[in-house]
């Protein structure tokens, strides 16, 4: 009898654990009567979606013919792909003020060879309160240094980092210096002079390519630097360069179209507008930097932050969402509000979402898969009450990745269900009284 | 404790002090003037309120029961992000809460920090505010209120209470802000949406009746400065032609202030 109650609560335990990972799909599931957000910027105002052994095999109005073994009747509400959080990093850290929990910067300024991916933990409470706001797959990106790395894409339901990846290395993080440099002076006032170190910053960058550009194949010995830098020149590989000013971006960009690098992706982006040709002309995507931020200078557009993605969507550019910034793990499960403030100031509503759906997908390469609603795209989406993209509506029921039916439990919601609990004990011990 | 025990002390001495004729004062020493004392004094009688910065429970509780000890009531724990650990002591105590809507895990003390805080002490009886000591936060308060819909299922009317007239209460001052009421401040916000909805925008605040933004003037204040802006780089690149020394460029962005600033 005793073992039997310790087997039932261990399974309870189980159950409840908030980072236990899905199981398979083992049966076809039929979503009913749902608005079907596609990502791609169209909409389904009332239909079905079908999906076995993880990938969507139906995606209509009308009800699919053909039997599923699961249903689901939404009765209205709004289907999403999994939000995608690019330049994040989730998993890297888990409390801000206590070093020993972070793992992002590596020692040194050359660092092509260090892939985040490993550090990545696929128990952080952080990670797991990401889901209940849709955000189901993440860039896990190194920081620090001139090159902090590569980064990696994962899945936010997985037992350990290998069983997270869905894309491992898919490019190196370049920081590009910064031409001034900004000074605090005693007034509590900034003090902007140009950066006197900047040409020789940029050397460096430079050389350092140069030489990678330059090694030869089946070198002994093996330069592990150079080694990790074979796949940009190849085309294998995605260039993240992160730069905000444009003088920036122009001198990032024109160096490395020099060198023959076609995958160049911009992060950051804040002064972006300033250089929309050039990004046009090398069909150059920008992962924009999220909206709540305060503008950097005092005669600026006070929502700048906010118009800045229209600006980008506009003259034709692929934009997506970038959450680095102040608290930017906690953060970033308000992606989709992000979206959401782009859209108030411009962007259409359905674009919006795809900035954090198909065009994530689309710059990190995993558009064949994921980033949003298509027959033989893995089933990775979520089910809101409301319009996701507004806080007061994003209330997640479900959510699915590859197909898996997930926890939406975290370390959050259980310490809320307990001390409501005990409120509402509390008061009926009053009434009783 | 033993501060405010001496105190007490220290005001009887005035009142005898006090209490004696002019040539007894002479003859007696005067009892010492001391301003943090006469604070202190004000809390005792209840003149001057508690705001106390807050995180974890245990030092929650403390601080009520030394309070409870002299007989006094904190007014609020500001951030207080385990307020919902300790919902129904504080409700019991009298005390509001000022938190977070969501922040969590940038230290320790905050890993139990959940965004289901305000609608727990709600549900307790505790006058909940939602405030932000970010100063790029602050600006989207609105949006702050409606996570109390998302986390915890309040209703729109509460939520918002969060960011109007509960901090009013908690401020004493929700006689004259905090609601629109005839006879209250004229201090008011038109929004182009529901302000709990992140569509929304403010197009005009006003304070005690006067427009102090107004987002249709915008545009053209940006022009101006734009305006203003290259005519000082004109004036400044022809004098550097003409030889004449620059000095450093000095923005005016002022000094940000958290809870924690002291400052001359």
Not at chain 1, 144 to 165: C, H, P, R
Not at chain 1, 234 to 255: T, Y
Not at chain 2, 151 to 164: D, I, N, P, Q, R
Request: net charge positive.
């Amino acid at each position: 009898m005793k073992k039997t109650i310790i087997l039932f609560f261990i399974s309870q335990l189980l159950i409840i654990g908030q980072q236990t990972p899905g199981n398979g799909q083992f049966e076809s599931m039929l979503i009913e009567n749902a608005i079907i957000h596609i990502g791609d910027g169209s909409i389904i105002k009332r239909g079905y979606v079908g999906f076995h052994d993880g990938k969507i095999n139906y995606v209509g109005e009308i009800k699919p013919k053909n039997n599923y073994d699961k249903s689901i009747n939404t009765n209205g509400a709004h289907l999403y792909p999994g939000l995608i959080a690019l330049n994040s990093t989730l998993g890297l850290a888990e409390i801000d003020a206590v070093r020993a929990t972070r793992d992002y910067d590596e020692i040194g300024p050359f660092l092509p060879h260090i892939s985040s991916s490993i550090a990545y933990n696929a128990e952080s409470k952080v990670v797991e309160s990401m889901r209940m706001n849709g955000v189901l797959i993440t860039q896990t990106t190194p920081r620090g240094g001139v090159i902090s790395g590569k980064s990696s894409i994962m899945q936010l339901d997985a037992w350990n980092w290998e069983d997270a990846l869905i894309f491992k290395n898919v490019g190196i993080h370049l920081n590009w210096p910064s031409p001034y440099t900004y000074k605090r002076v005693s007034s509590g006032k900034r003090t902007i002079e140009k950066n006197k170190n900047y040409n020789k910053k940029v050397k460096e960058i430079k050389d350092f390519f140069k030489s990678s550009k330059s090694y030869l194949p089946n070198p002994k010995p093996i330069n592990l630097e150079y080694e990790a830098m074979r796949n940009l020149f190849n085309g294998n590989e995605i260039v993240f360069l992160h730069a905000n000013s444009s003088k920036q971006i122009q001198d990032g960009i024109i160096f490395l179209s020099s060198l023959r690098i076609n995958k160049i992706v911009l992060v950051g982006g804040i002064y972006s507008y300033k250089q929309i040709d050039l990004l046009s002309k090398n069909k150059i995507p920008v992962v924009l930097k999220h909206p709540h931020n305060l503008p950097s200078f005092i005669d600026e557009d006070p929502k700048l932050r906010f118009r800045n993605a229209k600006k980008l969507i506009d003259s034709g550019i692929l934009v997506s969402i970038d959450v680095s910034g102040s608290m930017e793990r906690m953060n970033s499960r308000n992606l989709p509000f992000y979206a959401g403030s782009f859209a108030a100031y411009g962007v259409e509503k359905e674009n919006a979402l795809s900035m954090i759906t198909l065009n994530a997908a689309k710059i990190i390469g995993i558009n064949k898969n994921y980033g949003s609603i298509k027959v033989g795209k893995s089933a990775t989406f979520f089910i809101s009450k409301g319009d996701a993209l507004d806080m007061r509506s994003n209330i997640v029921d479900y959510a699915f990745i590859d197909g898996r039916k997930i926890s939406l439990e975290s370390h959050q919601t259980k310490l809320w269900k307990r001390y409501l609990q005990k409120v509402r004990n509390s008061k009926k011990e009053l009434k009783v009284k | 404790m033993i501060t405010l025990i001496e105190h007490w002390n220290t005001e009887k001495k005035w009142e005898n002090y006090n209490s004696l004729s002019k040539k007894a004062k002479g003859a007696v020493e005067k009892p010492r003037k001391d301003i943090e004392m006469d604070v202190l004094l004000e809390i005792l009688k209840g003149k001057r309120f508690i705001t106390c910065h807050s995180y974890v429970q245990s030092e929650i509780n403390m601080l009520m029961k030394v309070a409870e000890n002299f007989g006094i009531r904190i007014n609020t724990f500001t951030h207080i992000l385990e307020g919902y650990k300790l919902a129904e002591k504080m409700s019991r105590h009298g005390v509001g809460g000022s938190t977070f809507s969501d922040w969590w895990a940038y230290k320790y003390e905050v890993i139990d920090a959940i965004p289901y805080n305000g609608p727990i002490m709600t549900e307790a009886g505790v006058t909940v505010a939602y405030n932000s000591d970010s100063s790029e936060v602050i600006r989207r308060l609105n949006q702050e209120a409606a996570k109390a819909v998302k986390y915890g299922g309040l209703s729109e009317e509460e939520a918002w209470k969060y960011v109007t007239l509960n901090p009013a209460k908690l401020l004493h001052i929700d006689d004259r802000v905090g609601s629109l009421k005839e006879g209250k401040d004229a201090d008011l916000v038109l929004w182009s949406d529901n302000p709990l909805s992140i569509y929304a925008s403010a197009e005009k605040t006003l304070i005690d009746g006067k427009i102090y933004y107004d987002s249709r003037k915008i545009p053209s204040i940006i022009k101006e400065m734009k305006i203003e802006k290259d005519k000082i780089i004109d004036q400044m690149k022809s004098a550097t032609n003409g030889g004449q020394k620059l000095q450093p460029i000095e923005s005016s962005s002022n000094k940000e202030f958290f809870c924690e600033t002291v400052d001359k």
